[in-house]
């Protein structure tokens, strides 16, 4: 394996990096669990996103509260995914087994690589989702978000199409 081409081709280097501080606010929440039960309580911090990491990149630092909450199995097409478990305990299914992801533990997803995670411990935790390439993620769970908000009910056929637009293939 090799370093990719260069992005940059500038003699000098430049100012350019962005520190985001640990106590800004979250970027989205969660109020409201959805049909799947996805999100309920969770909140969620935008600290790179593939805009910001010009495409290479997208990092998430995502707290759940103590209600059950995460997505079913799925798989994406475009993305790899990685979990890094920051407190608590934190369910991950890499396709074959569900494990209890304890602070350090890390899961890393390939394209195409069924996974899910969920906390149903009774407690708040936390960790770090990384995908790569920056896909424009912040779509799907602020669309999420708002349904899970307003309560607004979604048929199976528009569950499909939401899922289908942002690159998540549900497994049964």
């Known amino acids: 394996m090799s370093y990719p081409e260069a992005r940059y081709l500038g003699e000098s280097g430049e100012v350019s990096g962005v520190i985001r501080?640990?106590?800004?606010?979250?970027?989205?929440?969660m109020a409201k669990g959805t049909e799947e039960r996805l999100y309920k309580g969770t909140e969620v911090h935008y600290l790179g996103t593939g805009s910001s990491t010009?495409?290479?990149?997208?990092?998430?630092r995502w707290e759940m509260g103590p209600?059950?909450?995460?997505?079913?199995p799925h798989f994406h097409r475009t993305i790899t995914e990685s979990f890094y478990v920051l407190d608590g305990a934190i369910q991950l299914?890499?396709?074959?087994?569900?494990?209890?992801?304890?602070?350090?533990?890390?899961?890393?997803?390939?394209e195409?690589?069924?996974h899910a995670f969920r906390n149903e411990?009774?407690?708040?935790?936390?960790?770090?989702?990384l995908f790569t390439?920056?896909?424009?993620?912040?779509?799907?769970?602020?669309?999420?978000?708002?349904?899970?908000?307003?309560?607004?009910?979604?048929?199976p056929d528009e569950?499909?199409?939401?899922?289908?637009?942002?690159?998540?293939?549900?497994?049964?």
């Open 133 to 155: 390439p920056g896909a424009p993620r912040e779509a799907y769970f602020e669309e999420l978000a708002d349904i899970a908000n307003t309560g607004r009910e979604l048929t």
């Open 159 to 172: 569950w499909t199409e939401l899922y289908l637009r942002h690159d998540q293939y549900m497994v049964l």
């Open 54 to 60: 010009n495409g290479a990149f997208g990092l998430y």
């Open 121 to 129: 411990s009774g407690e708040p935790a936390s960790m770090l989702i």
């Open 67 to 72: 209600r059950p909450s995460g997505p079913s």
């Open 21 to 29: 501080p640990g106590d800004t606010p979250p970027d989205l929440k």
């Open 112 to 114: 195409g690589g069924v």
């Open 93 to 110: 299914y890499n396709g074959d087994k569900w494990v209890t992801g304890k602070p350090g533990d890390f899961l890393f997803v390939p």
